[in-house]
């Protein structure tokens, strides 16, 4: 599972030597293969916080006295470029995430000569289930048993997926409440083309992450042996409050502006954008 010891992709000595030379190993535009990469001192930037995010959760992972490498490093590239993304995977990256449909189903496409494991994070609609179902591998966001059921009547392959909880009721944040969460495990489990994978959230926009994460974790390991077939994550923690979420037992942390950058505040029509749309 583990993202951190996975190879560094750290920019090679032909990038180097292209440095020195003068020239960009990572120029603007398409290379002669047609691909779009980033500028050599933007890709040295993305590796320099890459590098910065892998040892902040390697130490917060001492800190809990929790086993090295036990935590996925999950790069939400929502509102990124196919070249960030290039970047970000030349650097050693191999799980992204997507919260919108269109754009991620175009950005897997244009990416699909990299070995990329891609991850939906975002509300899911059910007119868009058929696209998330066949360009997904990983959904987190199921909170509907009539959503896990169109998702596994659209699927092709297994889908590993999380449910998402609303752990502390917060009004503008999708997922099932806690009370309702038995049923919808239950529904999940019958559905030969879903692997229930473990437990979403979103931590607490008050600043009180750490009750959220627990009161997860709690869920998490009380959940009945007919959901626990492959039940092994728990899909917790943003760049504000990952560090919190490692000590409270996530496995899955979901990284963006920590890694890419800030991004604007608002959605694509300008209106201020939800939580679930800010995950990272």
């Known amino acids: 599972m583990c993202e951190i010891a996975a190879s560094r ?15 960009s190993p990572f120029p603007k535009g398409p290379e002669p293969d047609g691909k ?3 500028p050599y001192t933007q890709a040295v930037d993305h590796q320099e916080r890459i590098d910065g995010v892998r040892a902040a959760i390697a130490q917060a992972e001492l800190r809990a ?3 090295a490498g036990g935590v996925r490093l999950l790069a939400v590239s929502k509102s990124r470029s196919a070249a960030e993304v290039r ?3 030349a650097a050693g990256l191999r799980h992204f ?10 950005k897997a496409m244009a990416l699909r000569d990299l070995d990329i494991t891609w991850h939906f994070i975002g509300a899911i609609q059910s007119n868009k289930t058929r696209a998330i179902a066949q360009r997904f591998q990983w959904i987190h966001t199921v909170d509907r048993a009539r959503i896990a059921t ?7 392959k297994p889908l590993d997926v999380c449910v998402q909880v609303n752990v ?5 944040k999708a997922g099932v409440a806690p009370g309702a969460l038995a049923p919808l ?5 019958t559905l030969p083309r879903l692997r229930l994978r473990g437990l979403m959230t979103i931590g607490a926009a008050d600043g009180d992450a750490g009750t959220g994460f627990r009161r997860l974790k709690a869920l998490f390991d009380g959940v009945g042996d007919d959901a626990r077939a492959h039940w092994d994550t728990l899909s917790m923690g943003m760049s504000g409050d990952y560090q919190t979420a490692i000590a409270e037992g996530a496995t899955v942390v979901r990284i963006g502006t920590a890694l890419f950058g800030p991004r604007p505040a608002v959605s694509r029509n300008g209106r201020q954008a939800a939580p679930e749309a800010q995950d990272g």
């Open 97 to 106: 995430a997507e919260n919108y449909t269109q754009e991620g189903v175009g």
């Open 9 to 23: 992709g750290r920019l090679g000595s032909g990038a180097a030597t292209a440095a020195k030379n003068g020239r």
């Open 168 to 172: 502390d009721a917060e009004p503008q």
């Open 150 to 156: 169109r998702l596994n009547d659209a699927a092709s």
């Open 65 to 67: 006295g929790r086993p």
């Open 87 to 89: 970047a970000a995977y």
């Open 36 to 38: 779009a990469r980033l």
């Open 185 to 189: 495990l239950a529904h999940i489990a």
